[in-house]
């Protein structure tokens, strides 16, 4: 009883000392919430050496195991190792770990680097052959979806106004006064610095900011927006002791 | 198999030749390519040139190697931008992986304009617990970063000396892949006002764009293409300016295999239900 009252008491006084500290940013408030933000820091520092010590005891028996795939958790505990062990060195020997002679560096500059670029270097591939195969105009939103994923990409890139200032050219007088009028009406219709393009009349630059400006950020608003509530309910819940699942069973 | 079908099935090692192509052929051909600068990249940009010489700038460097092709290119042309207008600059950082990639361009930035470490810039490095990091700044900086990355006072440095809270920071720039961007905005932007410029991976920029219309942050540097942007607002073209047309070609690639994967898929379901 004890066990699970004390931690829902600290849990609340200390929400309750930082919700006052956050309107009265005053002595002894003030200071408090520092405290707090200093023994956060601390914490968060630890957080680490736990996340080292159930990492390296989680491989260490797979190896001791000979499970399968034991190899690559011994490469991951040696890599673990040896980075540790070259970043504690180059403290020592040069002061810091980052300075650019030091054999931390050079890990990092010739394994971890190309290691990590690598890996992101081929989600390209992935990402292209997926949009090939699932990007399909199956239903009107289907088709909605990859007309704008398709202007964004356009617009995102110089290669768009190139192709737009060179394909203009080619167009008759009259379709090209049309969408000259066209783009103007937007501007005017829209007084906003987001339709410069528009008057720039960089069209695919002008769809996609407009697309990025107007559509998906009132998207990206409204999903924040419920984060939010989400956040102060799920933060009062916590509080006041009615979610108690990060308490050990 | 019929045209359409194959049209709609084309083998995904053809699909990676291709784009593998369409990515080297254009670094090694380098065609020039014309920069438009977006009204994001231009309000970020205007954000540093407005600054006074000796208004100091922190840049929190929140990427690591894995969006260094996209971001490292915008620290490097904000820190050459920074050390133009005579600007004093903090770096520090809530990516222990990225602190690194901070020290490669502040070995190579400063030089080329005769900037020298603790007179013109420092390097405070990182702390974990990046929320309360960014709260504690807004009270006191020395409480989280006494010391700078090698361990000397930051107060030994004269510069360092008056800045204590955001108050005395003229602009905040955060690098961010990840989620610190949306940490900055709401515990240093919103509680401090702070002003803020982020720059961040093509894929992240998107959710920034709510807080750009709504003044919370004064520009965005988005992916390769806002990098370009903004080297060539500098005026010293770079890696991304050089990667631009890779980045082009990759892209229309995508968009024409979009289409001729749609058209074959069209083709075929207008044949299955005739």
Same mark, same amino acid.
């Given at each position: 009883m004890l066990q699970r009252n004390i931690p829902l008491v600290i849990v609340f006084v200390t929400a309750l000392l930082l919700i006052v500290a956050f309107f009265i940013p005053h002595r002894p408030f003030g200071d408090l919430e520092s405290r707090f933000l200093n023994w956060y820091a601390i914490v968060a520092g630890f957080t680490f050496l736990l996340g080292i010590d159930s990492l390296a005891r989680h491989h260490l028996i797979r190896v001791f195991r000979r499970t399968q795939g034991w190899f690559y958790s011994l490469m991951l505990v040696l890599a673990l190792f040896v980075t540790l062990g070259l970043g504690l060195y180059s403290w020592v020997r040069?002061?810091?770990?980052?300075?650019?002679?030091a054999p931390f560096m050079w890990l990092y500059t010739y394994m971890i680097i190309p290691l990590q670029s690598t890996m992101f270097a081929t989600l390209a591939f992935f990402i292209v052959s997926a949009a090939y195969r699932a990007?399909?105009?199956?239903n009107f939103a289907a088709t909605l979806l990859l007309i704008a994923a398709c202007l964004v990409m356009i617009g995102n890139v110089p290669l768009g106004g190139s192709v737009w200032s060179a394909l203009i050219q080619f167009l008759p007088l009259p379709v090209k006064w049309g969408i000259w009028f066209g783009a103007k009406l937007l501007a005017i219709a829209m007084p906003d610095p987001r339709t410069a393009d528009f008057v720039r009349f960089d069209l695919p630059a002008a769809f996609k900011t407009w697309l990025m400006s107007i559509p998906q950020a009132a998207a990206g608003r409204g999903i924040n927006i419920g984060l939010a509530l989400g956040g102060i309910a799920m933060s009062l819940r916590i509080i006041l002791g009615i979610e108690r699942t990060y308490l050990a069973s | 198999m019929k045209l359409w079908e194959r049209l709609a099935t084309i083998d995904r090692r053809i699909l990676y030749l291709l784009l593998a192509l369409a990515v080297v052929l254009p670094l090694i051909i380098r065609p020039r390519t014309r920069i438009q600068v977006s009204e994001p990249v231009q309000d970020a940009f205007t954000a540093v040139d407005q600054l006074p010489p000796g208004s100091v700038v922190m840049i929190s460097v929140d990427f690591d190697p894995s969006s260094a092709p996209e971001v490292q290119p915008m620290l490097i042309a904000i820190l050459r931008h920074c050390f133009k207008k005579d600007l004093k600059v903090i770096v520090t950082g809530h990516l222990a992986l990225g602190l690194p990639l901070a020290e490669i361009a502040l070995s190579q930035v400063p030089a080329e304009y005769g900037k020298v470490y603790g007179r013109d810039f420092v390097n405070i490095g990182y702390r974990p617990g990046y929320v309360a990091v960014m709260v504690g700044i807004g009270r006191?900086? &020395? =409480?989280?970063?006494?010391?700078d990355y090698k361990g000397v006072?930051?107060?030994?440095y004269p510069f360092m000396r008056?800045?204590?809270?955001? &108050? =005395?920071?003229?602009l905040l720039v955060d690098l961010a892949h990840g989620a610190t961007a949306d940490a900055w905005i709401q515990y240093a932007g919103g509680r401090y006002n702070v002003k803020i410029i982020v720059g961040c991976t093509g894929v992240n920029a998107p959710n920034l764009f709510q807080y750009y219309h709504a003044h919370q942050i004064a520009g965005i540097i988005g992916g390769l293409q806002g990098a370009a942007e903004y080297e060539s607002l500098v005026g010293k073209p770079g890696s991304a300016t050089l990667g631009m047309p890779a980045q082009s070609a990759a892209h229309a690639l995508v968009i024409v295999f979009l289409i001729i994967g749609n058209i074959g898929f069209l083709l075929a379901r207008r044949r299955k239900g005739g």
């Open positions: 040069f002061r810091s770990p980052f300075a650019l002679h990007f399909r105009v199956r | 006191e900086l &020395r =409480d989280f970063f006494k010391t006072p930051i107060d030994s008056s800045v204590h809270t955001y &108050r =005395d920071i003229g």
